[in-house]
C-alpha cells in the first residue's frame, strides 16, 4: 500500500470572496492544531473569551454565543461503507474524522467556547436498508447533521426520510445528476456527474479513442455518469456502441461472475473493431466500485483480453483505490493502462497541511480528494450548526449554502450550488503503473474545466 498521500492537482487561478480572503476559515492554515483564523488571530489576553461567534463570519451572534456557551457535546452522525464495494473510502473517511474532530474542538476551545462535537459512525455497507435504518436511529437520538453516504444509490433510498425528519446530509462522495435537487436535505461537497462526463469524454478524444463501449452499475450513480459520459463523447465526434448495466447488488455481494457482462463485451468488441479503425480507437469504460478488480480478473481468461490498445477508463468509483492495485487485479489492472478521474481540490497550504498529519497517524493510509472532502464535511457541519445557533436540522440546512459559499477547506472553496453540490472545477486522471514490480497508483495528468484541456503529468502519463 501506499505510505504517502496522493499529490495535488496545481492550484488554479479563481475569483475568491473578499469574506474568504479575510476570513479562511476552516481547517486552519495549522491542520492538526485546531488553528483556525479570522482577519486577525486573538491576542492571548482574550482567549477564553467568544472570539467565535464575534467573527465577521457569524452573523447570528446571539444564537452562536447560546450554543458555543452551552457546555454541549454533540454528535455527528457518519454513515460509512467500511465492509463493501467502497470500504477504502469509507476507512478514509473514518480515520480523517478523528482529526477533523480534535481540530474543530481545539478550534471551539481556542475561541472561548465549551461546546464540543464527537461522531457516531456507522457501517452501512452499501445496503440502502441498512443506511435507513442508521439513519433513522440517528434522527431518535437526536442527530441533525449526517456525513454520508459515500454512494448515490444510497443517498437516493435514503433522501425521503433525511427530508421528512429534517437531517441534513453531507456527502463527500455521491455524485449522481439525479440528486442535484434544490431545498432538499442533501448537500454534496463534490461536483455531480455532470461535469465529470465532460472530463471523462474529452479523456477518450485525447487518447484517440472514435468509439466506446460503456460497462457500468445499474444504480443511479452507474446509469448517470454513462448517460452524461456516452453524452458528451457523442457530441465531440465518438459514436457509443453499447452501455452494458450489471447487477450492482450482485457485485456489492462479491456474487457476480461477470460472464454476461463480458460475453456482451467480446462480442460488441469484436463486431465493431474493423468499424471504427481498430483496437486503438474504442475505449472501454467502466462506471463501476472496486469490484473493476473482479471483473478485469475475469475479463484476463478471454483470448481477445485486454481487447483495445488504450486504456482501460474509470471513474471516482476506482480511483485509488487499493483493492484493485493489489493483490491479482492489480498487475491486471496496470497491463490494461486504468486510467481514472476524480475530483480535483485546490492545492493550498492547509491540505498540505492535513497530509502531513494524516500520514504521521495512518502510516498504511492514504488521504485522497474524499477523504479531504470528510475533514471538510464535517466542519460545514459544525460551523453551519454555530451559525444556526442550535442543533436544528432545519436551521442548519436553511444556512448551509450561504455557510459554505465563505468557508475554504482544505479541499478549496467550498460553494455549493443552488442544487446544494460544489461548483465544477476539475478532474485529476491516476492510472495504475507498475514501479519496482508493484502496481501503483500514480497521479498521471488533469482535466481543467474552464479550457476543457487535459494535461499529463511529466514522466507519469499519458498511458
Known sequence: ??????????????????????????????????????????APATIGQNTICSSPFITNYSGCASICSSGKTLTIGMLLDLSSQLSDQGTRAKSVSVLAINDINSFLLSGGCNLKFT???????????????????????????????????????????????????????????????SNDYLFRTVPND???????????????????????????????LASATSARFQALGGATIDSIPYDHNAADAGTLDWTTTLNTLNTDFNNNVGTYGGAG????????????????????????????????????????????????????????????TLFSSVNNSKTLNLY?????????LICDSYCLGSYDDLWLGAV????????????????????????????????????????PTGYQIWSIVTKSGTPTWVLAGNWDDATDAVTWTSGSGPP
Open 1 to 42: 500500500m501506499q505510505s504517502q498521500p496522493p499529490p495535488v492537482a496545481p492550484a488554479r487561478a479563481k475569483t475568491v470572496s473578499l469574506l474568504i480572503a479575510i476570513v479562511m476559515l476552516i481547517a486552519g492554515l495549522g491542520v492538526g492544531a485546531g488553528a483556525t483564523y479570522f482577519a486577525t488571530r486573538p
Open 119 to 181: 461522531t457516531a459512525i456507522d457501517d452501512y455497507g452499501l445496503v440502502d436498508q441498512t443506511a435507513l435504518t442508521d439513519l433513522q436511529n440517528f434522527e431518535a437520538s437526536g442527530v441533525a447533521v449526517v456525513v454520508g453516504p459515500l454512494n448515490s444509490g444510497t443517498a437516493q433510498a435514503i433522501l425521503t426520510s433525511a427530508n421528512t425528519n429534517h437531517v441534513v446530509l453531507i456527502s463527500p462522495s455521491s455524485t449522481s445528476p439525479a440528486l442535484a435537487i
Open 194 to 224: 455532470a461535469a465529470q462526463g465532460l472530463a471523462d469524454g474529452r479523456i477518450f478524444v485525447d487518447r484517440g479513442a472514435t468509439a466506446a463501449i460503456i460497462i457500468h452499475r445499474d444504480d443511479t450513480y452507474g446509469d448517470g
Open 281 to 340: 480507437h474504442i475505449a472501454i469504460y467502466c462506471v463501476c466500485f472496486q469490484e473493476y478488480g473482479a471483473m478485469i480478473i475475469k475479463a484476463s481468461s478471454y483470448s481477445g483480453f485486454p481487447w483495445s490498445t488504450i486504456p482501460w477508463f474509470g471513474t471516482d468509483g476506482e480511483a485509488t483505490l487499493t483493492k484493485i492495485s493489489s493483490g491479482s487485479s492489480g498487475p491486471l489492472a496496470s497491463q490494461v493502462k486504468t486510467v481514472s
Open 356 to 364: 502531513s498529519a494524516f500520514t504521521s497517524k495512518y502510516t498504511n
Open 384 to 423: 453551519s450548526t454555530l451559525q444556526a445557533g442550535g442543533y436544528n436540522g432545519t436551521a442548519i440546512q436553511a444556512n448551509m449554502l450561504a455557510v459554505a459559499a465563505n468557508m475554504y477547506g482544505v479541499t478549496g472553496p467550498l460553494t455549493l450550488q443552488p442544487s446544494g453540490d460544489r461548483l
